[in-house]
């Protein structure tokens, strides 16, 4: 038997044979409520709608706070419902201190702020502060002024290259594909400047150097925090400081760069600047000074390698940033070991809790990524023509894999429709789509619409009981209905139950503040680990299998929960359990 190295100061009981190495110490009891919290993202769009024009809204999200409470979540992050002209999705914010109409009012929101709080749910919103849709005033005055002005000078703009300036001022593409610069007409009627666009043509970037657009979003997270909201997630929190110098880059978002495997994101010199520090750090006095309960900043970072994402969550600035090379890990037990090791580390280096995701709304969904081969690159959207997942083996797994991550301490986050187990929507018709993505890339990438598809939430109601009407946005798959959450409700097994036990057992056995231990033994395509929960002396094993043959449970073990059926107490592929090792 292999001794225990424990980082806590009693041990849990010792499993014969196999050899345990802690990743992570129990965080203390009274940790606030961020550390550890379980987090449901709702997009708005999709979620629920109470007017039947087939587009969710904010009454009809608040309809649906009791089955979230019952889900077990303890917060919600709602994507953007600001006012917007939605040639983003809502990512293009013209006011951001009001809701538009197509999702309802400010006094919707307060509604439903104060039934979620009567609840217990406590509620996030988005911030963009990236950029601004192109009709937000700011934008619409920047056009009108002349080059040089005060109006321009809150944006982007430069003059371009070549003779006449007919040549943008760099060559940064868009993420979302083509030139990052659109030329603008002058007053005059003549070609003149080009501003900077880092997403779609109507999402002018700011210059945050300018101190109107900081104080202008130091006004707006006041303005949400006084309406009641527990905290922000922050679009794009690696892109507001751009390289001062515009020099050219040669690469694209999605390309690697030139020396290495993965391109360290603060190569690129529109991404994690070393200057958007300080900017976080105000923003965290400014929510500190608000005094208890915490309120908290989540950053969406995709920022490579883990080390320069540990900046962002210093005591000084974010409280959680995604985890998204977890939401990115292949299906295989190294990767994890490796994934969940390094990520702990990084973020116990700097004190701050590990931010699990394994969906948004800006991915293919979860359970259609595991259906593909393993180490299948994510694609950027699935259609008809595309090699289809495998959605019996891609809800296996996924399942599998949720009880990975609510095993494991530190918050998670939820993509709305996952407790339901839904795939990705993969034959669309082209038509429908509506993802500035599928425009820009001349239809080469299909985008984010087929994650986006509206909530069944009534097998046998016209749009799956989205609505009072059977208008959806975009169309349900067939497959839908098998998966809305009346029919998962109450039945044993459902992926619905299956979360809400998980959420249950999370809460009472405090795994979100367990210390972590990898348990090593059982092969290459195991990955076990113990979370020592509230108390050492009754942990809780979490085992996936991600090979082919079933694996028993050491001597002992009670199951609390599986992912799938055990094949004579053992468990098998692609399935995930909890047990209990305290006799
Ligand atoms: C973030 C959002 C995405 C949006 C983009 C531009 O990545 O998650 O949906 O399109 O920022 O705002």
Request: hydrophobic share 40%.
């Amino acid at each position: 038997m292999v001794g225990l190295l424990l980082v806590t100061s009693t041990t849990p009981p010792s499993l014969p044979g196999l050899q345990m190495t802690p990743v992570h110490p129990r965080d203390r009891a009274d940790a606030p409520w961020w550390r550890q919290a379980v987090i449901y993202q709702i997009y708005p769009r999709s979620f629920a709608d109470s007017t039947g024009d087939g587009i969710g809204d904010l009454p009809g999200a608040r309809a649906k706070l009791p089955y979230l409470a019952a889900l077990g979540v303890d917060a919600v992050w709602f994507s953007p419902f600001y006012v917007s002209p939605q040639a983003d999705a809502g990512y293009d914010v013209a006011d951001y201190r009001d809701i538009d109409p197509l999702f309802g009012t400010l006094a919707d929101f307060q509604d439903l702020l104060d039934d979620a709080t009567g609840l217990g749910i406590k509620v996030i919103v988005d911030l963009v502060p990236n950029h601004s849709s192109s009709e937000h005033p700011w934008f619409t005055a920047a056009l009108a002024a002349a080059p040089g002005s005060p109006e321009r000078a809150r944006y982007l703009f430069r003059d371009g290259r070549g003779e006449d300036g007919e040549l943008p001022p760099n060559d940064w593409k868009s993420v979302f594909g083509g030139p990052g610069w659109t030329r603008v007409v002058e007053a005059d009627g003549r070609p003149g400047q080009w501003y900077l666009h880092l997403f779609d043509v109507t999402q002018p970037d700011f210059d945050w150097t300018n101190p109107d657009v900081r104080q202008e979003f130091l006004d707006v997270i006041d303005f949400w925090v006084k309406r009641g909201v527990a905290g922000f997630r922050v679009d794009v929190a690696a892109g507001l400081v751009k390289d001062q110098t515009f020099r050219d880059w040669g690469y694209t978002h999605d390309q690697p760069g030139p020396d290495d495997e993965r391109l360290a994101t603060a190569k690129a010199p529109m991404w994690d600047q070393d200057g958007v520090h300080e900017i976080y750090q105000v923003w965290r006095s400014l929510l500190d000074g608000y005094g208890p309960p915490d309120r908290i900043l989540c950053a969406e970072a995709w920022v490579h390698p883990p080390e320069r994402a540990a900046l962002y969550i210093r005591s000084t600035e974010f409280h959680q940033a995604f985890n998204f090379d977890f939401l990115d890990c292949p299906w295989r037990a190294a990767d994890y070991r490796r994934v969940i090791a390094t990520s702990l580390e990084v973020c116990d280096s700097v004190g701050a809790p590990a931010t699990w995701v394994l969906s948004n709304h800006d991915v293919v969904r979860h359970a259609s990524r595991f259906g593909l081969p393993v180490g299948t690159p994510r694609p950027n959207g699935i259609g008809a023509d595309d090699p289809q997942p495998d959605a019996e083996l891609g809800l296996r797994r996924a399942r599998a894999a949720a009880m990975l991550m609510l095993g494991l301490g530190g918050s998670a986050y939820l993509y709305q429709g996952e407790e339901l187990g839904l795939p990705e929507a993969t034959a669309l018709p082209d038509d429908l789509r509506q993802d500035p993505v599928y425009i820009r890339t001349d239809k080469r990438q299909l985008g984010r619409d087929g994650c986006r598809v509206p909530m069944p939430w009534v097998a046998n109601a016209p749009g799956l009981g989205f609505g009072p009407s059977a208008r959806t946005w975009l169309p349900q798959p067939d497959t839908f209905a098998d998966l809305a959450a009346d029919v998962q409700e109450g039945v044993a097994g459902s992926t619905l139950e299956l979360y809400r036990t998980l959420l249950q057992i999370r809460r009472e056995r405090e795994l979100g503040l367990g210390g972590l231990v990898l348990v090593d033994g059982y092969g290459e395509e195991v990955l076990a680990l113990v979370n020592t929960g509230r108390d050492d002396a009754d942990p809780t094993l979490v085992l996936v299998n991600f090979g082919s043959d079933p694996v028993s449970l050491p001597p002992g073990a009670t199951v609390l929960v599986a992912s799938g059926d055990l094949s004579d107490g053992a468990v098998p592929a692609d399935t995930a359990v909890w047990a209990r090792l305290a006799g």
